[in-house]
């Protein structure tokens, strides 16, 4: 790709990048939330045209017109939010709507023991009559694959595809990369876990702004010296100094032998204004069901919670906004974030209700709010106007903040708060954070990442067995110490 440019109206997305990928190399592609990376796959992939720039697949230029040209060309590309139709079975969706080849009627059934073969060849076990929406996100995402394959792609392109995968299944898709770059196929890779490129990546380029900034052996790229380049500024320390909370702090929430069907067994604690106290656990150890019972997104069985001194007694989401609990989840769509409707409309829309009740808010005012929040959490947008589903992922993320900042919730709950978001929004997201404990909000937050615990809680509490197995204050929490009480063995 040579040259490519690409304008959205207001924005400048592509602003001359030039990129090129080998046969049987993985390359990386590195960058801020909003800095180009899937646009300039959306272009590659057929998805958007360029506005200027040229591409060429081994050597001669070509015109990729539409999604149909790039299969044809040999490219694959697996989308953040996957493509598979979701009442299809695996082959079904693997073989739909293959075109037929020169002078060849499409037989369906060829394909369809071509997609096994495939499937076979590579080692992969899939619930073949499991429809799409069923299926984990690392058997869509192999289903994805298989899809590219069966098409013949050469070049496959991957955007954040370990975002939501558990480390074993990152492991086993990194297995399942190499074997094909061995067959020659190439790779691009994009993603936020910087620390994972070593092991996937040979090559990374960073995109910042609209261009690429630097390609480089992923040897010769130190992770600092990555950050500064995708940043174009040297970052503060990772973690900002958290304040202390104050000794006359009043409990903002106190949680009572919670108990919930989900694997939360008799769970206590209190979370005071100013304060975060950080969940760590394994997976599957019931921090997130904890948090979800508070939210009322599970419905508590027994047990307490109690806001200000006042008990939250009806067990519902709605009861709990009510009771001025925020929920945070790293599953955008799930939290009624409206993906076609406006920036505007998603950051008023968690408070229509209270729009509603009280006085008349006029079309001004939202947009006054909204204005304030994109300025205030620089949420990258052209206008208050913009589709929520044409923002980058961390951009998202951020509107999903302002949807809780714009009401008057006290207690915010965390669920992975950064998953899949770039070092840049990271560090927007704690300052944030930091926000919110100066106006007096006691936060939980439920993180995977051990150093994020260690660096942005008060205290950590850690979880096992749906219960609280250990409980440490931010100054004796050790990596150590914290993995082996969630691990259940002595440090
Ligand atoms: P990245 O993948 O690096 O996070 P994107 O390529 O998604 O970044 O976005 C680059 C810029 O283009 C952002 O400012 C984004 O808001 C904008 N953008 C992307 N797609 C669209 C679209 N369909 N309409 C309008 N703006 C878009
Ligand atoms: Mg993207």
Avoid: C
Avoid at 350 to 360: D, E, V
Avoid at 455 to 480: C, N, Q, W, Y
């Amino acid at each position: 790709m040579a040259a490519i440019t690409k304008s959205f109206p207001g924005v400048r997305a592509l602003d001359g990048v030039s990129f090129e990928v080998v046969a049987g190399e993985v390359h990386a592609l590195v960058g801020e939330n909003g800095a180009g990376k899937s646009t300039l796959m959306k272009i590659l992939a057929g998805a958007y045209t360029a506005d200027g720039g040229t591409i060429e697949i081994d050597g001669k230029p070509v015109t990729i017109d539409g999604p149909k040209a790039a299969e044809r060309l040999g490219i694959g590309m697996i989308y953040q939010e996957f493509n598979l139709v979701p009442d299809l079975g695996v082959i079904e969706n693997i073989v739909l709507g293959i075109e037929p080849t020169r002078g060849v009627f499409l037989d369906t059934k060829a394909a369809a023991s071509r997609a096994t073969a495939v499937l076979a060849e590579l080692g992969i076990t899939l619930p073949l009559d499991r429809p799409a929406r069923r299926l984990s996100v690392a058997e869509q995402q192999l289903t994805e694959i298989a899809k590219a394959l069966v098409r013949h792609a050469r070049l496959i392109v991957m955007d954040e595809p370990t975002a939501a995968l558990t480390d074993r299944e990152t492991d086993a898709l990194f297995a399942l990369i190499a074997k094909l770059k061995a067959q020659g196929v190439a790779f691009v890779y994009i993603s936020h876990r910087l620390e994972e490129l070593p092991r996937i990546a040979d090559r990374i380029t960073v995109i910042r702004d609209g261009r690429a900034i630097e390609t480089r052996a992923t040897s010769a790229l130190p992770q600092n010296e990555m950050i500064q380049l995708m940043v174009g500024r040297a970052l503060e320390a990772h973690f900002p100094d958290l304040p202390q909370v104050a000794t006359d702090a009043p409990v903002r929430l106190a949680v009572r032998d919670l108990r919930a069907a989900s694997n939360v067994n008799g769970v206590s604690f209190e979370v005071r204004a100013g304060e975060i106290v950080g969940l760590a656990g394994l997976v599957g150890a019931g921090r997130t069901e904890i948090v979800r019972a508070i939210a009322g997104a599970d419905v508590a069985t027994g047990g307490e919670i109690v806001v200000d001194g006042k008990p939250v007694v009806a067990r519902n989401p709605h009861a709990a906004i009510e009771a001025g609990i925020a929920f945070i989840t790293e599953d955008r769509k799930a939290q009624g974030l409206v993906l076609g409707m406006t920036v505007r409309e998603n950051t008023t829309l968690a408070h229509l209700a209270a729009y509603s009740r009280g006085p008349f808010i006029s079309r001004a005012e939202e947009v006054g709010i909204t204005n304030r929040e994109i300025a205030e959490l620089r949420i990258r947008t052209p206008s208050s106007e913009q589709a929520v589903k044409n923002l980058s992922g961390g951009n998202q993320q951020k509107v999903v903040l302002a949807k809780w900042l714009t009401g008057d919730a006290r207690v915010f709950l965390f669920d992975e708060p950064t998953r899949g978001v770039d070092v840049g929004a990271k560090a927007e997201i704690y300052t944030l954070m930091l926000q919110l404990l100066a106006r007096g909000a006691g936060i939980v937050m439920v993180s995977s990442e051990l150093p994020e615990v260690l660096g942005m809680s008060h205290r950590i509490l850690v979880v096992r067995g749906g219960k609280i197995a250990a409980e440490f204050a931010r100054a004796d929490a050790t990596p150590e110490a914290v993995i082996a009480a969630a691990a259940g063995v002595a440090a």
